[in-house]
């Protein structure tokens, strides 16, 4: 099994939906949950990260950890095109912070 | 511009020939990584560095090989023990949990 499953889809919706993306992992030492964001051709960059189990939102985006589950979302209100890319969860677990990748979901947004 | 810039972002490499890429940080950041992603592939940790003139290997540290000996830079070379090197290679740096990545640098072999 893999410590961080994710599924890579590709998902598409209409513009203005609400997108949820999920990520299941193995490893009870993971303590931080991230969320990037990855366009065609460029390097990710990290949209939000939670700290052991909760919420967090930041602006369209909400990003949930269940530890007791291990499982993980993110979630994308009133979706845009710009929205369009591969979403990448990561996890942290111990001293040297190295991060545990998911495979990413490819999410396309339609107008 | 605080960041972290890769060069080349695109690289060409001949069969049996070792190529060295550039990673350079303004972050101060101690942490600094080499990610390798394939298609379809999640990001995989080729090796790691915590601090100045120690680094570590990662989950596929085969074929590659790195330095640290400027807090600000951390070049990884790929040999030609590499056997399948076309990838898309990133590179980053770490405060905490926080990694912030680099544009990437596209190798091929030809």
């Known amino acids: 099994q893999k410590e961080v499953e994710q599924d890579p889809g590709p998902l598409s919706v209409p513009e203005g939906a609400i997108v949820s993306l999920n990520c299941t992992y193995s490893?009870?030492?993971?303590?931080?949950f991230m969320w990037y964001r990855q366009y065609s051709r460029k390097g990710p960059e990290l949209l939000m990260y939670t700290y052991s189990s909760g919420n967090k939102e930041d602006g369209r985006f909400t990003a949930q950890v269940d530890k007791s589950s291990k499982y993980i979302s993110l979630f994308i209100r009133d979706s845009q095109p710009s929205d369009s890319a591969t979403y990448l969860c990561?996890?942290?677990?111990?001293?040297?912070?190295?991060?545990?990748f998911g495979k990413g979901t490819l999410l396309t947004v339609n107008p | 511009d605080g960041g972290i810039t890769q060069s080349p972002k695109y690289l060409f490499r001949k069969e049996g020939q070792n190529v060295t890429l550039s990673c350079e940080q303004n972050l101060n950041h101690d942490a600094m990584y080499w990610y390798r992603q394939d298609p379809g592939q999640g990001l995989r940790l080729i090796y790691y560095?915590?601090?100045?003139?120690?680094?570590q290997k990662g989950d596929i540290a085969e074929g590659y090989s790195v330095s640290r000996e400027k807090k600000e830079s951390f070049p990884l070379t790929v040999t030609s023990a590499q056997k399948n090197p076309t990838a898309f290679y990133l590179c980053?740096?770490?405060?905490?949990?926080?990694?912030?990545f680099g544009q990437g640098t596209r190798l091929t072999v030809v």
């Open positions: 990561a996890m942290v677990g111990g001293s040297n912070y190295k991060l545990t």
């Open positions: 980053a740096s770490s405060i905490g949990p926080e990694a912030f």
């Open positions: 490893n009870s030492a993971f303590q931080y």
């Open positions: 560095s915590q601090i100045v003139n120690d680094f």
